[in-house]
């Protein structure tokens, strides 16, 4: 009995601490954000440059039970100004596993012929598990609790984004309704202010800056920093500065107009550098259908 306990306990800690993990983060592509801009505010509903982005970001590699994530987002906007968006991601850390699916949606104002004003609700419902059939165990114990399911947990997000032909920046405010996960704990809120500038070079090269701040509740505030030099939209490389989380350098391949493959490599610059020094970031994007243009502004994300 007091094996059972200890075990059940055990799953229960993880539970939370993982929840509290997907709670600060909000979103396992976060870093990668100038791949699926929705992650940051829903109001980038529609402004995906792809119809479908979908990526692998395996984290830590070397680190058992490291941060692994799937993802793939669906977005679409029409000629009124309309964007919706459905993100799915499968994300595991040691032995939970959640699962959750969210749906964007934001209307663009067109302020003048190169702006625009846009603002967007998300409502995303997940649900995470711990699994420890994986683990080892010295006494037999009841298998009712080598899997324990957690609530299904539904939060909403808001935010707002100014876009113009060389720049654009916003705020997000995430868990508005701070969903309940057990007794007095819930999901963390977290406030984001972000932008951009994008400047065009010579020889056809232009240089896209951009940085994401973001403050969570009882957690450290983070910083992203993000330079991309792009040749006529067909290849590009870029750096990523986070001073308290990692650095790294990405790479964008657009074979054609409808196609993209990108890569990422991260070195963190906290202690799990003497346990691992390598995350991978590997993706596609691409079009099912021609791209309607509604914005005639240049792309601010990759």
Not at 123 to 147: S, W
Not at 201 to 209: D, F, G, V
Not at 260 to 265: D, E
């Amino acid at each position: 009995m007091k094996q059972r306990n200890r075990l059940a306990s055990l799953a229960t800690a993880t539970l939370l601490l993982v929840a509290s993990y997907i709670s600060a983060q909000q979103h396992p592509s976060l870093d990668n954000y100038l791949f699926t801009p929705v992650a940051v505010s829903p109001a980038h509903a529609g402004m995906q440059e792809q119809h479908v982005v979908s990526l692998v970001d395996a984290q830590w590699a070397g680190l058992n039970g490291a941060p692994r994530t799937g993802l793939i987002s669906i977005d679409y906007h029409n000629l009124r100004g309309l964007g919706l968006n459905l993100t799915l991601i499968n994300d595991q850390v040691g032995p939970a596993i959640t699962q959750h699916a969210a749906v964007s949606g934001a209307y663009h104002l067109q302020v003048n012929d190169l702006t625009k004003l846009s603002t967007g609700l998300r409502v995303t419902v997940g649900r995470t598990a711990v699994d420890l059939l994986d683990e080892t165990y010295y006494d037999l114990v009841d298998p009712n609790i080598y899997n324990l399911q957690g609530p299904i947990m539904a939060n909403v997000d808001i935010g707002t984004t100014l876009n113009t032909q060389s720049y654009y920046m916003g705020v997000s405010f995430k868990n508005v309704n701070r969903a309940k996960i057990y007794e007095n704990n819930f999901t963390a809120q977290v406030l984001q202010i972000f932008g951009g500038y994008r400047m065009a070079l010579k020889n056809q090269w232009s240089l896209r800056s951009s940085f994401l701040a973001s403050a969570t509740t009882n957690a450290p505030a983070d910083l992203n920093f993000h330079l991309f030099f792009e040749n006529q939209e067909k290849w590009g490389v870029g750096a990523h500065y986070s001073p308290a989380d990692e650095a790294g350098v990405l790479l964008r391949i657009n074979p054609s107009r409808d196609w993209h493959v990108f890569y990422q490599y991260n070195y963190p610059l906290t202690d799990l550098i003497f346990i691992t020094q390598i995350s991978h970031v590997i993706g596609i994007a691409f079009n099912v259908a021609p791209r309607i243009e509604s914005f005639t502004s240049p792309r601010l994300f990759l």
